[in-house]
């Protein structure tokens, strides 16, 4: 029984998850109430506070959900690495490009997450909330960046902070106008790593002979 009630927890709460995602994305977030994503759920408002305290808990867990994978590929491909650390980054980015593209739902969190939220009021919290994301990412991609130019015998063009920095701002740019333009312009999976690549090769590493 306990377990039975465990999974229909979880299921409600994934119930939860799909609703706010249809929701925020409609509406966006700061224009969405508690109340709408109880209706596209068919559930109480009460149901919403057994699983999340507020709106903000809501929309961070609808982002984890999808990030989690991600975030768990870049944790696994560092503590795997084996002198190829940077063919095991740009696998990971290649895989966020690839789900955005082929996965509906994540695409849509990604756009609810760039695009459709307002950081005024409330929302304030979720800023706070993206910039620590923002700078957990840039840390893993600086260590791998270190750990490739150790692998080349290379120095970096630039401090491994900076070049962090700056290839997570390519990683961001490039998915944000594909976002923007609705899919139409170009085709993220094959210029998006290009764009990733030809940022790699100005740090000073041999693309080429890298990505053989």
């Known amino acids: 029984m306990a377990r039975r009630t465990k999974e229909d927890a979880e299921a409600t709460r994934n119930k939860l998850l799909d609703a706010a995602l249809e929701v925020f994305h409609a509406k966006g977030v700061a224009g969405a109430s508690l109340t709408d994503v109880a209706v596209a759920a068919s559930v109480t408002r009460g149901a919403i506070y057994w699983h999340f305290k507020d709106k903000m808990d809501l929309f961070g867990a609808l982002i984890s959900r999808s990030a989690l994978p991600f975030e768990a590929a870049l944790d ?56 620590e ?56 999976e094959k210029e998006g790593m290009l764009a990733v690549q030809t940022y790699i090769k100005g740090l000073g590493f041999d693309v080429e002979k890298e990505f053989a």
């Open 76 to 131: 696994s491909a560092l503590g795997e690495q084996k002198g190829r650390a940077l063919r095991q980054l740009t696998a990971v980015l290649e895989m966020v490009f690839r789900q955005v593209v082929r996965d509906p739902v994540t695409r849509r969190v990604f756009d609810i997450a760039l695009y459709k939220v307002e950081y005024a009021g409330e929302m304030q919290a979720v800023r706070a909330w993206r910039i």
């Open 133 to 188: 994301n923002m700078e957990r990412f840039a840390l893993r991609i600086q260590v791998f960046l270190e750990l490739a130019a150790k692998d080349a015998g290379i120095v970096l063009q630039q401090s491994p902070a900076s070049a962090a920095r700056g290839l997570r701002a390519v990683f961001d740019g490039v998915l944000l106008s594909w976002l923007l333009h609705e899919q139409q312009l170009f085709d993220l």
